[in-house]
């Protein structure tokens, strides 16, 4: 078993952060201040193929794979967790939804844009009623002739209002329970397709969390995914996947976090020294270290695991339980390790600190990962 | 159009420390890069590839990691790469280098050479005009715009305080200068065809239709025999006074510093 990265996914690593460096950098403290979604930003991660690493070229995407792209989301994260979560929501929850479950058509008409970097994706599934428990769907989808109509809402979707193409979840038999549910790609500018105000949040400020409305919005019916009731399956088959991103962009902000800290015990003075010359700092920074490094692990574990083609839904929970923790573990003691200076905007830390709480909630909340991994060790 | 780019894997000079007791540089652990100017060339003749369909070959003369910029090149999208290697080019100094390239270049055949104007670890500017010399080829060094004109090239040639405009017909060199564009990120996919589906030629001494007289160590007519970091001083001040008050005097310097 060989825990080093192989010479091209180095290079991709390096490519990753020398982006995140030059190009996302910049402008992290800006888009949290000003809730500003970073377009400018995401018009080059298209452009240089960021946006579909894991799809083949016969799509549009890079033919690289979920290794690469969980290096693409880290490397990101490490400097702005807005950016990470806006390639991880369209590439995992939209596209990937696409690639695995869409027919050949609707890969060529969908999935080919969003992976060559033209359209930008998003996943609906939660509604006011529906979070952890998504059956609750109230949203319904009635077929009329060569159409189906959507009536109904998604509260908290992730690149709302930005995204070109939405993968949808609504309901076509309420009678039927989860075996009712289905999903749809709906793109915007659909009529009776609109996007309500958006959400102020803790962190993530920078990505657009908004609502999505539908009132008799008409699609074809050819957008439906799969088939009539396979909706439910679909959502929870994607969101595996999505979990690795999410614990991808957990990782990515830990170790931003680390890092930061490290340069700043260095240079911090305090009793005429160093405070890197503490004990406590020394073992607290170890801590940390073996945290971050302990969740690097995993998270690259639940990605070989899904490139190999292995069942991998039990690593990517264990990923993302684990990383979210030490997410905000490691975000925490960054504050304190920076003291009065942790708790001011310019130091970063205290944003990396806000942005790390969503991780434990989205795309399955920590709870929802805990009842996943037991229910599989006590089957 | 055929254009060969000459590439150098260098240490990254920002992150290099200098040995206090030897003066000498201290590589272990400096992570390699490719020469900022030789990228800059890189980015050029690709520029062309883009608008005229250029076939772009890069090449470097180096040990076997060496190949790691030549995989770079090719993950921002040249063609070909061709490492040459051999313990025989070991130790060389410019004249020797150039001869190899030039020899290199010679065997490929070309429209365009792009050099950079020099390496950040020797600094010397030297290889790209002496290949051109070799190759008895025009040379057009610093440049930082390129145009071409189809029949011929438009090269602006920057200087600190003024520039010239340049027509160059082909074949010729030319030496780029960082500053001449901003080079392109590779992507993803460009990185993993580089790694698992280009091949890189190797050629070793036996290849290179050149001289044993102008390559490797003893094929240098000079030797870098020393670095050090330049020592800065200032031309001090001298003090004309008693003892205890050339004490008080000095004092207060130290203390004007923030040095005591």
């Known amino acids: ?139 319904k989808a009635v077929q009329d002739g060569e159409e189906y109509v959507l009536n109904g809402s998604k509260i908290f979707i992730t690149n709302a209002g930005e995204a070109d193409v939405y993968a949808v979840f609504a309901m076509t038999d309420a009678s039927a329970g989860t075996k009712g549910i289905s999903c749809f790609i709906v793109e915007k500018d659909t009529p009776g397709f609109t996007f309500g105000t958006p959400e102020k949040k803790m962190g993530i400020c920078g990505s657009a969390t908004n609502e999505l409305i539908f009132s008799d919005c008409r699609i074809p019916k050819e957008n439906l995914v799969g088939r ?78 899904k490139d190999a083609k292995q ?3 039990i690593d990517a929970a264990m990923a993302k339980l684990k990383a979210s923790r030490v997410a905000e573990y490691v975000t925490d003691r960054a504050v304190q390790l920076h003291g009065g200076y942790g708790y001011i905007r310019e130091y970063e830390v205290e944003r990396m600190m806000r942005d790390a709480k969503i991780t434990e909630i989205y795309e399955g909340t920590s709870e929802v990962m805990k009842m996943v991994i037991s229910g599989n060790l006590l089957k | ?97 150039s001869c190899t390239l030039a020899a290199a270049c010679g065997r490929l055949g070309y429209d365009i050479i792009f050099t950079g104007r020099q390496a950040i ?32 090239l438009l090269v602006k040639r920057e200087f600190e305080d003024r520039y010239h405009e340049v027509k160059v017909n082909t074949p010729c060199l030319i030496t780029a200068l960082a500053e001449l564009n901003t080079p392109r990120y590779m992507t993803p996919g460009g990185i993993f065809d580089a790694y698992r589906e280009k091949e890189i030629t190797t050629w070793t001494r036996a290849d290179l239709p050149v001289e044993d007289e102008n390559i490797g160590l003893k094929g240098s007519p000079t030797k870098v025999v020393k670095s050090f970091p330049k020592t800065v001083k200032a031309a001090g001040m001298k003090i004309e006074r008693g003892v205890d008050e050339s004490v008080q005097f000095i004092m207060d310097k130290l203390k004007e510093k923030y040095i005591l």
Not at chain 1, 79 to 87: D, F, Q, Y
Not at chain 1, 247 to 274: C, D, N, W
Not at chain 2, 77 to 83: I, K, M, P, R, S
Not at chain 2, 125 to 148: D, K, R, W
Request: aromatic share 6%.
């Open chain 1, 228 to 305: 009539e009731g396979k909706g439910f399956g679909i959502a929870m088959s994607t969101l595996d996947g999505g979990r690795i991103g999410i614990a991808a962009q957990a990782l990515g902000i830990a170790a931003g976090a680390l890092e930061r800290t490290v340069s700043y015990v260095k240079e911090r003075k305090q009793f005429g020294r160093a405070i890197a010359g503490f004990q406590n700092t020394q073992f607290t920074l170890a801590d940390m270290a073996t945290e971050v490094e302990a969740a690097r692990c995993l998270v690259y574990k639940a990605a070989t695991a």
């Open chain 1, 1 to 139: 078993m060989d825990f080093t990265l192989q010479k091209e996914y180095k290079a991709a690593q390096q490519l990753f952060k020398d982006f995140a460096e030059k190009e996302v950098k910049p402008l992290a403290q800006e888009i949290d201040e000003q809730h500003r979604f970073p377009r400018e930003t995401v018009e080059k991660m298209q452009k240089f193929g960021f946006m579909g690493i894991p799809f083949p070229k016969a799509y549009g995407g890079q033919g690289c794979d979920t290794l690469t792209y969980v290096l693409c989301v880290e490397e990101l994260s490490k400097v702005c967790a807005t950016t990470g979560v806006i390639v991880s929501a369209h590439t995992s929850l939209c596209a990937d939804l696409i690639y695995k479950h869409g027919t050949e058509e609707q890969k060529q008409k969908y999935l080919a844009p969003l992976a060559s970097g033209k359209k930008l994706g998003a996943f609906g599934l939660t509604e006011p009623g529906a979070g952890t428990d998504a059956s609750g769907q109230q949203t």
């Open chain 1, 311 to 313: 069942k991998f839904s």
């Open chain 2, 121 to 152: 670890d020797g600094d010397t500017a030297q290889v790209g005009p002496e290949m051109a010399e070799h190759l008895n080829i025009p040379n057009v060094s610093y440049a930082a715009a390129i145009e071409n004109c189809g029949d011929h």
């Open chain 2, 1 to 97: 159009m055929r254009i060969i780019v000459c590439v150098k894997q260098v240490p990254d000079t920002t992150e290099v420390r200098l040995d206090p007791v030897k003066g000498t540089l201290i590589r272990e652990g400096v992570p390699s890069i490719m020469n900022p100017d030789d990228k800059a060339g890189l980015e050029a003749a690709l520029r062309l590839k883009d608008s005229s369909g250029a076939e772009v070959t890069v090449i470097t003369m180096g040990p076997p990691q060496a190949a790691d910029v030549l995989r770079e090149a090719l993950a921002m999208g040249a063609d070909d790469a061709v490492l040459i290697t051999d313990r025989a080019f070991g130790g060389a100094d410019t004249w020797a280098t």
